[in-house]
């Protein structure tokens, strides 16, 4: 059983569409960090969010941490192909390691 | 500091041979955490360090898996008598536990590992 999962698993939209991944637990936790990675190389941190019912944009993302804080989401408005990667959702609990959201795989088609 | 730095990137090995890889986290990070992925999943946890205390290891990690982080800074992950399920990117990632606040874990470019 994951402690993170994610949905969709897999999306393919047109270029300029608009999309929402979410990233649910029934768990809480202290803060959710969401990540793109590329074919071949590492996560690269995105933002994070701390605060039940924290909101954040990054350009043309932005990121929701639920009010109970077990849920987050992650919306990405007239999406460009430079987006497709898989985002993944993290979270650390009571301070133990890093558990990992099943991914979510983008394709942007220009 | 350049982040986490991860040696190899690339290793080529046949099957029931040993390989050995090396972290370098970013400086005073005091965690230290090897994942493994395969291809279109999220990173599965291996182990992690806090300073150079191995203080997990996940049910996946078999005999054949060893970590270390003799110092407190680098790490290495070996893997003996390598089998051809352990072709995956091998990731590294530090993070600076805090007593309040957000931890954060950043990662490096990963190693992957192709046993043929």
């Known amino acids: 059983t994951q402690l993170l999962e994610q949905s969709p698993q897999f999306l393919s939209i047109q270029e300029g569409e608009n999309l929402t991944v979410y990233c649910n637990s029934s768990?809480?936790?202290?803060?959710l960090q969401w990540y793109r990675q590329e074919p071949g190389e590492g996560p690269v941190l995105l933002v994070t969010?701390?605060?039940?019912?924290e909101v954040k944009k990054l350009k043309r993302l932005t990121f929701q941490f639920g009010d109970a804080r077990k849920d987050s989401s992650l919306h990405i408005t007239a999406a460009q192909p430079g987006d497709t990667g898989l985002y993944l959702c993290a979270g650390p609990l009571t301070g133990n390691q890093f558990y990992f959201g099943t991914g979510t795989s983008l394709t942007v088609i220009p | 500091d350049t982040g986490v730095s991860q040696d190899p990137r690339h290793k080529i090995t046949k099957r029931g041979q040993n390989v050995t890889f090396r972290c370098d986290p970013i400086?005073?990070?005091?965690?230290l955490y090897w994942y493994r992925q395969t291809l279109g999943q999220g990173p599965e946890f291996l182990t992690y360090?806090?300073?150079?205390?191995?203080?997990?290891k996940s049910r996946l990690l078999s005999d054949r898996f060893s970590a270390e982080r003799p110092k407190g800074s680098f790490s290495t992950l070996e893997i003996q008598r390598t089998e051809q399920g352990d072709s995956a990117m091998y990731l590294c990632?530090?993070?600076?536990?805090?007593?309040?606040?957000?931890?954060?874990?950043?990662f490096g470019q990963g190693t992957r590992l192709t046993v043929v």
């Open positions: 969010v701390v605060t039940g019912g």
């Open positions: 768990s809480v936790f202290s803060s």
């Open positions: 400086s005073e990070h005091n965690r």
């Open positions: 990632a530090s993070s600076f536990l805090r007593v309040r606040g957000n931890t954060e874990a950043f």
């Open positions: 360090f806090q300073n150079e205390a191995q203080l997990e």
